[in-house]
Every structure is written in C-alpha cells, then in structure tokens.
C-alpha cells in the first residue's frame, strides 16, 4: 500500500487529530496553520512544520496533495485563494470541512478549469473519528479519488468511506447525514425532558438509563453513549446552558428538501427548536448541547 505526502492546511480540533492519524499510518504530513503554536505542536509529534504558505508548498513539492480542514464560507473561501498560487495542474485539492454542497459544486467546476483536482469529502465521527478512524463521504473527481484512496482506508473505520459521485456528492450526503443527526439529537434532548419533569425522576438515573438503552435496546447507538458519558462527567448537565448553536446542516438540508418538493418535518423542526431554545432554553437543549460538546467540543460549557 503506497504511503502519501499530504500537506494539512487547518489544524484546528478536527485537522490536528487527522495528521495525527495519518501519521500513525505511515503517511507523511506537511502541516501549516495560521497561529505558529499549532504547527510547533504538531512538529513535536512528527510532522514537517511550515510556518508560510510559501514553505508549505515547496516542502510539498511537485503532484501535490493539499488538505483543507477549515471551516466553512468566508474561511475557506479566504483559504482557498491563497493557496491557489502555489498549485499547478495535476495537483489535488481536498476541502473536509463541512462546506454546502453547491459552494463544492462551483469550486470543483472552477478548479477543474485550472487543471487542478479536487474532492469534497464529508467527515463525520467528530474529533474521537478523527484521531482514530473517521467516516468520509467523497465527492469530486475520480481519478483523484483513486489516486489517494489510500488514505481514506487508512484513517477511516472499516467500511467507513466511499466515493459518491461528481463534485459536490460529498459534502451533499454529509449535510442529509447532519440533517439526521439534529432529529435524532432533537429526539433524545425531548425523551430526557419527559424523563426530567416526570414524577419518577427523583428513581431515575439518566447515566444507568443510558447504560442500558446502549446495551441490546432498539436505540442503541454512539449518540446514547455519548449521552451516557456526558452524565458521567455531570449527572444533572448543569455547565450546560440549554442554548444549542447551529452550524448550517440542518438548515440547509431543510432549504434542499423544500427545493426537491420532500417533507422533513422532524428535521425542519429540530433545527426550529435550536433557534428557540437561543430565547427560551429548555432542559433538552442542555443534552443537545451535551451531545455536540462531547462528539465535536461545540458549545463549549459555561
């Protein structure tokens, strides 16, 4: 299996934690980030450290990989401009944010007229997947694809990645995949609520409950573990505020679905119910809110 140079542009929670797992792998790691103490700290555990754009492109050489984990809209579109001028032809672009699918759809078209390769590729499984086996969910040009297709099985869980089609496919099935996620979410954070305000509460260990819905249950699933975790750091979820941010997903599954002329109801609502909990926090905010710090660090706790 061939070993891959690839340069990571972002090493924020999600970009550190994937060199470090390429690196793990065998793969060799170019790694620039716009604050220096990131890319010091990422030299210690063995990457080759680039403190401008400039250095990261010629310690990449020539048939470049590059490797952006930067959020998405204004920081990418920032990102991407000034990193074009040290790609050439043949190169590859990768975006793993969590960009919306029509903004990859032109960015594949533009840089295809470049003669610059691009993939857009949805990673879930959080900062945990990042650093030990992530899920991704490809876009882009296929014979990009296959020529780092190394990487994606290397980083990934078994069975954990596949490619889906022309640019944009990638970041298109990671935004239904978030779309899911807020009704689920949503879900859980209604089901504790019943459980908060119910005349058995007092009986009711929430850790033990989701100990055992995670064992055997229908609903068993990382979500509930990790709803498991989070009452074992805080049995009542009191660093949480109950306001739940949004990153985009959600809302933008909801304006595809009504493009498409399909009904999301418990989607459209749970992305609904995030905006009203920023006015009126409910208690089944503070398990979204839970939810998402312990799979991603958002909404850091108060």
């Known amino acids: 299996m061939d070993k891959i140079k690839i340069g990571i542009l972002g090493l924020g929670r999600m970009g550190y934690n994937l060199a470090l797992n390429l690196m793990d792998k065998g793969h060799e790691v170019v790694a620039y980030n716009r604050s220096r103490?990131?890319?010091?700290?990422?030299?210690?555990?063995?990457?080759?450290?680039?403190?401008?754009?400039?250095?990261?492109?010629?310690?990449?050489?020539?048939?470049?990989?590059?490797?952006?984990?930067?959020?998405a809209g204004d920081a990418l579109e920032?990102?991407?401009k000034n990193i074009l001028p040290y790609m050439r032809e043949g190169d590859?672009?990768?975006?793993?944010?969590?960009?919306?699918?029509?903004?990859?759809?032109?960015?594949?078209?533009f840089l295809n007229e470049k003669g610059i390769l691009f993939l857009d590729v949805g990673t879930s499984g959080g900062i945990e997947g990042a650093r030990n086996g992530a899920c991704y969910m490809v876009g882009g040009d296929k014979k990009a694809y296959d020529k780092i297709e190394d990487i994606f099985r290397d980083?990934?869980?078994?069975?954990?990645y596949g490619y889906f089609g022309k640019a944009g496919a990638g970041h298109f099935v990671k935004m239904i995949h978030n779309g899911i996620e807020y009704g689920m979410m949503q879900a859980m954070g209604e089901g504790f609520e019943v459980v908060e305000k119910s005349e058995f509460n007092d009986g009711i260990d929430k850790r033990k409950l989701s100990q055992v819905w995670n064992n055997g249950s229908v609903i068993r699933s990382w979500l509930v573990e990790l709803i498991e975790r989070a009452y074992s750091n805080d049995i009542e979820l009191e660093k949480y505020t109950g306001a739940v941010g949004?990153?985009?997903?959600?809302?933008?599954?909801?304006?595809?679905?009504?493009?498409?002329n399909v009904p999301v109801p418990v989607i459209e609502e749970s992305v609904n119910a995030r905006f009203r909990s920023m006015k009126e926090p409910r208690y089944q905010g503070k398990v979204v809110q839970a939810l998402r710090y312990e799979f991603g660090g958002h909404n850091q706790p108060k």
């Open 37 to 71: 103490g990131k890319v010091e700290d990422i030299e210690k555990e063995g990457a080759t450290g680039a403190y401008s754009l400039e250095e990261f492109s010629e310690k990449l050489g020539e048939n470049k990989v590059v490797w952006l984990m930067v959020p």
């Open 78 to 80: 920032e990102v991407m």
């Open 92 to 109: 590859l672009l990768v975006d793993g944010g969590n960009s919306y699918y029509k903004d990859s759809i032109e960015h594949g078209q």
């Open 155 to 160: 980083t990934s869980v078994e069975n954990g």
């Open 246 to 260: 949004l990153s985009g997903e959600g809302e933008w599954t909801v304006k595809t679905a009504k493009e498409l």
